[in-house]
């Protein structure tokens, strides 16, 4: 029997589903773990949409392209639609694209759209915290020490530039800075910064009071005095350079 595909709604979604799915069997558990997300990310940014975010569960990379349009194949993406966020993610026993990434962006969208694609995937990966399950803050550390590290600086100045380093190095370091803009200098002055502005460098000296570079001194020397024993780096090192 050709599967159908079915929908429910919760407080803050609405998931659609197909018949015989690994989504439709775990879908009590991902309906809980995104509510779980979306209070988190909504706590954090003081902000709540109108809007329901509508997902998308499909079976394979080639089932989000063909439902959504998208140009190419990918686990999941996002459409940053403020009347209709919606988000189309692979949902089966190996790959399960739920959990904040992509529900920050539906949500951010509407009070956090930075015209930086480095700041706007950083806020991303702030939520996530981790990359392959290495916490961005020790990716960052491992990239300093074997001088793969990419400075913040530029990617946040050059769309080109960003797109042109790895993912596994770009996101979790913009992720690891997201976080010290954050922790350190609150939610109000970050979500000031996410707005679509051109003069990054004047942007950033205005709302911080400090130069991007300087931030970004701090945030270096932040990453260097946090503590980590050999073994931890080591096995850091093993699980990033082996993909």
């Not at 929908?7 to 775990?26: L, P």
């Not at 913040?152 to 913009?174: H, V």
Request: charged residues 30%; proline residues 2%.
């Amino acid at each position: 029997m050709e599967a159908v595909w079915k929908e429910v709604e919760t407080e803050h979604y609405t998931f659609h589903y197909k018949t015989g799915s690994v989504a439709e069997k775990e879908l009590q558990q991902v309906i809980e773990l995104q509510e779980s997300c979306y209070k988190e990310i909504t706590d954090k940014l003081k902000f709540v949409p109108e809007k329901k975010i509508i997902y998308w569960l499909c079976d394979t990379r080639t089932e989000v392209m063909e439902i959504s349009g998208f140009e190419y194949e990918t686990n999941g993406v996002t459409f940053l639609d403020r009347e209709n966020p919606t988000i189309y993610a692979v949902y089966n026993e190996e790959v399960k694209c739920v959990g904040f990434h992509e529900d920050v962006h539906a949500i951010s969208c509407e009070c956090a759209w930075s015209g930086s694609i480095a700041l706007f995937e950083g806020l991303a990966m702030y939520f996530d915290k981790e990359w392959w399950r290495i916490p961005n803050e020790l990716c960052t550390r491992v990239y300093i020490e074997d001088e793969k590290y990419e400075k913040p600086i530029l990617m946040i100045l050059a769309d080109e530039y960003f797109y042109g380093i790895e993912d596994k190095i770009s996101y979790p370091i913009m992720g690891a800075f997201t976080a010290f803009l954050l922790d350190n200098y609150g939610i109000d002055k970050y979500k000031e910064l996410c707005r679509d502005y051109d003069e990054w460098e004047q942007t950033f000296q205005s709302i911080y009071e400090k130069s991007l570079q300087t931030l970004e001194d701090e945030f270096v020397r932040m990453i260097l005095s946090q503590t980590y024993s050999p073994q931890q780096l080591e096995n850091a090192r093993k699980e990033l350079y082996a993909r």
